[in-house]
């Protein structure tokens, strides 16, 4: 079992990268890093959905910024006015556009939310627990789960591992937490010889971003999701390597 101290905002962190039951020391007394267990299903898919759905309003943001959104509202703005002759009902028709618009902001990650659920969080024991090579761990606040970490052979890079499921409760952000459990990721790859660590987050998730870049992830490339509704809003996801 190593230990390795990871200096975070309040003190350094001590992080056990094996795969044993005990429980791994973190900044303080009232955390600790564990491997998962079923009976924190619920809450690590709560976890999971809450820091999903904070992106929610950036992700709307990011639409509204897009030239081809802008030229949308800006078209229907002035056909309505050209053909009602008053204001009222161009705003009326723009305000209806923008608010079907943030409805589909929410649809779109709900369903994303809805396949890592279908995909993994719903089979965590079988996708992360009965591989050597993949584990998924919880860290603890006075008996409480308040994040998550997870990681796997990665699909779309061969010999890398990759990591996922990094969530923290808001309530826990700024402690040095996430820090400590992307750590952990890094020692439980090296010690089972991959040579990287791959991660991927979207262009909204500027958080995140700085969190990955300050523990040390190189951004590699960025890429437009497939599917049409995100090359129409230039959604982009970054590519980080440890």
């Excluded at 309003?57 to 509204?64: A, K, T």
């Excluded at 409805?103 to 719903?122: A, E, H, M, W």
């Excluded at 750590?183 to 971003?209: I, K």
Aim: overall charge neutral; glycine content about 4%.
């Amino acid at each position: 079992m190593s230990r390795d101290e990871f200096p975070g905002k309040a003190g350094p962190f001590k992080t056990h990268s094996s795969l044993a039951p005990a429980k791994t020391s973190a900044m303080a007394a009232d955390i600790t890093i564990r491997r998962y267990q079923e009976d924190d299903k619920e809450t690590v898919k709560e976890i999971f959905t809450m820091g999903m759905s904070e992106h929610i309003p950036s992700s709307f943001m990011h639409l509204l910024k897009q030239p081809l959104t802008q030229m949308i509202l800006m078209v229907t703005f002035c056909a309505l006015l050209a053909s009602s002759k008053s204001v009222l009902l161009p705003v009326v028709g723009v305000t209806l556009l923008l608010a079907g618009a943030k409805q589909l902001v929410g649809y779109l990650f709900n369903s994303y939310i809805d396949t890592c659920l279908r995909k993994d969080l719903d089979h965590i024991q079988e996708t992360y627990l009965e591989n050597k090579d993949s584990c998924f761990w919880v860290a603890e606040s006075d008996g409480r789960v308040v994040a998550t970490v997870a990681c796997l052979p990665a699909e779309r890079e061969p010999g890398c591992m990759e990591l996922k499921r990094l969530s923290v409760r808001h309530t826990h952000r700024g402690m040095g937490i996430a820090k400590a459990l992307s750590r952990t990721v890094a020692d439980f790859s090296r010690e089972r010889g991959f040579p990287a660590v791959v991660l991927y987050t979207s262009v909204v998730q500027t958080d995140a971003q700085r969190l990955y870049e300050n523990v040390g992830y190189t951004r590699v490339r960025e890429f437009v999701i497939p599917e049409p509704i995100a090359k129409i809003t230039n959604f982009t996801v970054i590519e980080y390597r440890l």
